[in-house]
């Protein structure tokens, strides 16, 4: 009977972490397809400024969406951060190339 109870621990406990391997690339996954589309993304900001992350492996131009007038693009380099200025009190929304 102890050894029984042995098999069915090992088997849970593989269940479990199974289960949790599985639960955590899930996650990852969904939050690698909830960014947005291209190479350019928001990854922090402030009054009057944010940075953009340039994910590919070549120079591009970008900007970020606001309400009102999009500020100037600006060239970021391959896998590099670019700090953009933005009008007192904007929230940028997303980055896009131009």
């Not at 406990?13 to 993304?41: Q, S």
């Not at 402030?46 to 100037?72: Q, S």
């Amino acid at each position: 009977m102890t050894r029984l109870r042995s098999l069915f621990a090992t088997a849970a406990v593989v269940a479990l972490l199974t289960g949790a391997t599985a639960a955590g690339t899930a996650t990852a996954a969904e939050a690698a397809d909830a960014r947005e589309p291209g190479c350019a993304h928001v990854v922090a900001y402030g009054y009057g400024w944010a940075d953009i992350w340039n994910e590919c492996g070549y120079t591009i131009y970008a900007t970020v969406e606001v309400d009102g007038f999009d500020p100037p693009c600006i060239q970021i380099g391959p896998g590099a951060t670019a700090r953009i200025g933005l009008e007192p009190g904007d929230t940028p929304y997303y980055a896009y190339e131009c």
